[in-house]
């Protein structure tokens, strides 16, 4: 259990220095992601900026994630969900509008494109992970431009999501696995949501609220955002 997000991405990045971690630069997932994003690269002593991606949701239940698309439009696609709901024309239709999306979030947090990580080692990280649709989509965003090593990392996440981040990431850690994984937010005892003004002071390495809890929020522990309940997809752990 961790008190808030300072608190996950201290112990995320300790675990990452006690494994010899030394990115050149890391890259956080927001909102959510920010808090935790600051504490790892203020200990690993590195630049810290946004991978942005937008959850696809199912055609009548935007909760359910059909994929995920990154600024740029890189993609990743649930192709099993896909072919079950017969969704492939749908899925091109949002594309292109979650696309902006992303976009539009990136530019809210960043001035100028994505940093160039051609050849350099890379660290994404998140709040957490359910299914791990946006995580994905980031780490595809960053794996088209060729870096020297890819990592995830994350303080929680269930094994077999966290497994499959590997079929992007060269490696993937994480604090906790749980066995019986529930929601990203039920391993916090605080967890609302991080407001746009909040996050751009991590980004500007000023935590104002200094304590990593996310500002004021009306989820309750348990709840949060990463644009997202989960953290990760915008969805219910249990419905993907």
Not at 111 to 140: I, N
Not at 181 to 188: D, E, L, M, N, S
């Amino acid at each position: 259990m961790f008190t808030d997000r300072t608190d996950a991405g201290e112990q995320l990045a300790e675990s990452l220095a006690d494994r010899g971690v030394d990115p050149d630069i890391v890259l956080t997932v927001p909102r959510g992601g920010l808090p935790v994003g600051r504490a790892v690269a203020d200990r690993l002593d590195a630049p810290l900026d946004v991978v942005v991606a937008s959850k696809m949701g199912a055609p009548d239940n935007e909760e359910l994630a059909l994929g995920a698309v990154a600024e740029d439009g890189s993609v990743w696609r649930n192709d099993d969900l896909i072919a079950e709901l017969d969704a492939d024309d749908y899925l091109d239709e949002v594309r292109e509008r979650e696309r902006e999306v992303a976009e539009e979030k990136a530019a809210t947090y960043r001035e100028g494109g994505f940093p160039d990580v051609t050849g350099e080692r890379v660290l994404v990280v998140d709040d957490g992970v359910a299914t791990g649709a946006t995580m994905r989509a980031c780490l595809q965003r960053v794996r088209d431009d060729d870096p020297e090593y890819l990592l995830a990392g994350v303080p929680v996440g269930p094994a077999d999501t966290l497994d499959a981040l590997l079929d992007i990431a060269d490696d993937v850690a994480s604090v906790e696995t749980p066995p019986a994984f529930r929601a990203v937010g039920a391993y916090y005892e605080e967890f609302p949501q991080v407001t746009d003004e909040e996050a751009q002071t991590y980004l500007d390495g000023d935590d104002a609220e200094g304590d990593g809890s996310g500002g004021e929020g009306d989820e309750e522990s348990g709840a949060g955002d990463s644009e997202n309940e989960q953290s990760d997809d915008g969805a219910a752990a249990d419905s993907e």
